[in-house]
């Protein structure tokens, strides 16, 4: 099928869904729909499951996060369910006496929604709603609907609606579960496989569209990136809402949108900080997570190039959070995968205030509270090799001492860069 791609968004969206099959272009019409995927404090079910890669205390702080991922896109959790399965169902993910019993609770109540932890394939989601009869949606369908709600720039927006298609192009068997014939062998080649076959092959020819346009954004923003002369390149990492773009705003001045949200900064900023007379570019990029879809990876490979081409990484935790050190696991296996771990980092943990809050109460005593901070300081200090700062960004606490630490690391990278100068830029 020869399909001419016309240049306006809307009017491409109106042909490419008329030549979908309807289930296909149903369900893609339901992905599409950025603004009213979901609607404010819409109920919701979690479900997870206990198995052998993962322990129950494990399944539920990710749940803990689904929670915090639903609300950011508008819903609350109302009820969660587990299950404990060596492997997940190949047909409904959990087990039938499990579903029933969440469809029993569904009964009466004002349920719009069941959120899996897990990824689904096309046909247990298709299954699971049978039983069901409420929108069943999966980890990564939920941070694909925060990212498309976030998305500003053409880029971000041209990388989400390709993560999108590709998260739909494995699922479309799955919508076509109710056109195959019964039984096996001669005869089972139905109608349902060539309509398959046609909505694959349009949609495969969306993802190479949607690739060659971002391959020309990607261009357009590695020619601005070499435009910036020889000022050393500075970019905060580091897990979703742990502060990054707070510190970007004490930092460099700018106003960067910060918000107690997951993913409130999906768009790469970066701008020009002056420290001490010495000069440096900043960026503050995308937040990592758990279990972040493969295809969001892939689609904003171009967002963290910003991290593969900075000299210095400054790596934001938030020391308040229970799991933390999972967090801090996550991104350095994601700076691995970028194959940028062994970069020069400086290991920012913020907001102290709530850790100590959290950890001490009014009855310790005051040496006590010193000797936690200072285990505390000693065994990063030793895990960094002496490259932590403990800071709290909404208080401003100890911020002269982030840039003069940062301040360091930069000089010391503008004499490795340019050895032979007689001049640097400070």
């Known amino acids: 099928m020869n399909v001419r791609w016309p240049e306006n968004q809307v009017a491409f969206n109106f042909l490419f869904l008329q030549h979908l099959s309807p289930e296909a272009g149903g369900v893609l019409l339901n992905m599409l729909d950025k603004k009213n995927r979901m609607a404010p404090e819409e109920r919701a079910l979690l479900v997870g499951l206990v198995h052998k890669d993962q322990t129950e205390q494990q399944v539920q702080e990710y749940l803990d996060e689904l929670a915090f991922l639903a609300e950011t896109a508008g819903a609350i959790a109302v009820k969660r369910f587990t299950q404990k399965l060596q492997y997940p169902d190949s047909r409904t993910f959990i087990g039938k006496g499990k579903l029933e019993e969440i469809k029993n609770y569904v009964e009466g109540k004002k349920i719009r929604i069941v959120i899996f932890d897990d990824e689904?394939?096309?046909?247990?989601?298709?299954?699971?709603?049978?039983?069901?009869?409420?929108?069943?949606?999966d980890r990564s369908d939920l941070i694909l609907d925060i990212f498309a709600r976030r998305a500003k720039t053409a880029q971000a927006k041209t990388q989400v609606e390709l993560a999108q298609y590709q998260y739909i192009l494995p699922r479309l068997r799955g919508m076509w579960k109710h056109l195959e014939r019964l039984g096996g062998g001669i005869g089972t080649r139905g109608p349902g496989e060539s309509e398959i076959e046609t909505d694959r092959r349009i949609v495969r020819d969306k993802i190479s569209l949607l690739r060659k346009r971002l391959a020309e954004i990607d261009k357009q923003a590695f020619t601005q990136r070499k435009d910036r002369g020889e000022f050393i390149r500075v970019a905060l990492v580091g897990y979703t809402n742990v502060g990054k773009s707070t510190i970007m705003n004490l930092l460099s001045k700018r106003n960067v949108f910060a918000e107690d949200k997951l993913f409130a900064t999906l768009d790469t900023t970066t701008g020009k900080v002056v420290v001490d007379s010495t000069p440096f570019l900043l960026s503050d990029t995308v937040g990592f997570i758990r279990k972040l879809p493969h295809h969001l990876v892939?689609?904003?490979?171009?967002?963290?190039?910003?991290?593969?081409?900075?000299?210095?990484?400054?790596?934001?935790?938030?020391?308040?959070?229970?799991?933390?050190?999972?967090?801090?696991?996550?991104?350095?296996?994601?700076?691995?995968?970028l194959n940028v771990f062994d970069k020069p980092t400086l290991t920012i943990f913020n907001k102290m205030d709530l850790y100590e809050e959290k950890t001490f109460d009014k009855w310790l005593e005051e040496s006590t509270k010193k000797e936690i901070l200072e285990d505390l300081r000693e065994k990063w200090q030793r895990e960094t090799n002496g490259n932590a700062v403990f800071i709290s960004a909404i208080e401003k606490r100890n911020i002269d001492l982030l840039r003069k630490s940062i301040l360091k690391k930069v000089r010391e990278m503008y004499r490795v860069r340019y050895p032979y100068k007689t001049e640097l830029p400070y």
Request: aromatic share 4%.
């Open 298 to 337: 892939e689609s904003f490979k171009s967002t963290l190039d910003e991290v593969r081409e900075a000299d210095i990484l400054l790596h934001v935790v938030d020391v308040s959070h229970a799991n933390y050190e999972e967090q801090i696991a996550v991104v350095n296996k994601t700076l691995q995968e």
């Open 120 to 137: 689904l394939s096309g046909a247990q989601i298709n299954n699971i709603e049978k039983v069901l009869d409420i929108k069943t949606i």
